[in-house]
C-alpha cells in the first residue's frame, strides 16, 4: 500500500525543513485530529530515536512505534515501523523550487505480514479517495499555514 502527496509551499527550503524536524512541537502536539506522538526516552533526536505513535483509523486508534531512520538536513527525513503484523517507511523529501518556495513531498509505504493487518490495509485501500482528499486538505492547511508564520517571522 503507497500514498504519495507532494505539496508547494510558499516558503523558503531551509524554513520549511526546520519545521517539520521540529520534534518538540510534534510532541506536545493535541489537535482534534486525535494523532499523537511521544517519544521514547529523553536523548536528543538522532538516527534510531522511536516515538510511540497513536493513529486513528476506521473509528480505532492504532498503536505503532516509529524510529527516524534518515535525517539528511535540510532535504530528507524518514521513518520506519516494523512488527510481527506490518513494516512501514515514511518519508519526507523537501525539494527547492526558487530562494522563496519549495516542495514537500511525502511518501509513505506499508506492507502487510499477517492475515488480520491486510484485512485493515484492504478497508484503508477501499477509503483511498478520502484519505487522498483528506491528506491533501491537511497538506493544504499546513503549507498556508507555515506561508503565514513565514511571512510573519520575516
Not at 473509528?59 to 513494516?87: D, W
Not at 514537500?104 to 492475515?115: E, G, I, N, P, Y
Not at 490495509?121 to 498556508?144: V, W, Y
Amino acid at each position: 500500500m503507497q500514498f504519495k502527496h507532494s505539496q508547494k509551499i510558499d516558503a523558503p527550503a531551509d524554513y520549511v525543513f526546520a519545521r517539520i524536524t521540529d520534534f518538540k512541537k510534534f510532541e506536545n502536539h493535541s489537535g482534534p485530529t486525535g494523532f499523537s506522538f511521544k517519544r521514547q526516552g529523553r536523548l536528543p533526536v538522532r538516527i534510531s530515536t522511536r516515538w510511540d505513535i497513536s493513529v486513528p483509523v476506521r473509528g480505532r486508534a492504532r498503536r505503532f512505534s516509529a524510529e527516524l531512520s534518515e535525517y539528511i538536513p535540510p532535504r530528507t527525513l524518514s521513518y520506519k515501523s516494523a512488527s510481527l503484523k506490518y513494516e512501514g517507511v515514511m518519508s519526507l523529501t523537501v525539494k527547492p523550487l526558487d530562494a522563496t518556495s519549495c516542495q514537500l513531498d511525502l511518501h509513505v509505504v506499508a506492507k502487510s505480514r499477517s492475515f488480520a493487518t491486510s484485512l485493515v490495509f484492504n478497508s484503508i485501500r477501499l477509503a483511498r479517495r478520502r484519505i487522498n482528499r483528506r491528506m491533501n486538505t491537511e497538506m493544504t492547511k499546513f503549507a498556508k499555514r507555515l506561508k503565514s508564520e513565514h511571512k510573519a517571522s520575516v
